[in-house]
């Protein structure tokens, strides 16, 4: 079979050649040969489909990490992770839209209807923490890294009930455009800390002293509502309720991630926190 050029390729594809360029750069997508001497890349017909695949996946706006890891899997779980994509975006979408009425409330003199705030008092503990500058899109792969693979698949033990949830820190924005940072926390039992903190050199441990702290839960599960978006609107709630109440914020707001064993794989509850003085 004749290999296509690049200038072909890209014709039949419908992409750039510049994008192409990027791909290999990737690994999303590496010529089926590349002259020694030119640098010349040539590509292999069946390379179409696999690079229709991925600008099919770019039009519905995945990110490119995240595409190379979809291209890794069997066609099921690749399914299955599509789906789970397309569910955030939906949901960042909605979170989008109440947050430009929250805008245009706010620019028109009107108060917008916030969601429920609660208070709760909160005691000190023991946490293993690591911060890290990500993107949005980076967020919940990195979360997953460290609390299910590293920490839930290392067998470090879990404090029962909301105490013992992990969450994450947003330290600054969390978008496309900004990188945080954000800070991983997982609480641990005081008589065990030392020695869990030994096997994570890489961890911080440090103790949060006893403090209250206001909250709000949005519907659904953590993962198709902890964006960027979501954060903002958890903020703009959390800051004008502190505010009426003259409360004064000690810390960051904060995401935690609560199991649920009735979610069916669906993924953890979860809450926006703000801690108070």
Partial sequence: MEPISIGEFARLSRLSPKALRLYDELRLLVPARVDPDTG???????????????ASLRRIGVPLARIKDILALEPVPAAEEISAYWAGAEAEHAARRELAGHLVDR???RKSAMDEVAIRDMPARRLLSIIRRVHQDELLPTGRELFIRRLRGGDVPRIDGLV???FMIFHGEVSGDSDG???WCWPVPDDQAEAIAARFPDLTLHTEPAH???????????AQWGSGTQAELAIEALAAWASEQQWQPSGAIRLLLIPDPASEGAGP?????????
Avoid: K, N, S
């Fill in 164 to 166: 013992g949830a992990p």
């Fill in 269 to 277: 509850d979860g809450e926006f926190a703000l801690p108070l003085r």
């Fill in 40 to 54: 010349y890349r040539w590509y292999a017909a069946p390379q179409l489909h696999q690079a229709r695949l991925v």
């Fill in 212 to 222: 209250q702290e206001a909250y709000i839960r949005p519907e659904g599960p953590a």
């Fill in 181 to 183: 940072p954000v800070e």
């Fill in 107 to 109: 620019f028109r003199g």
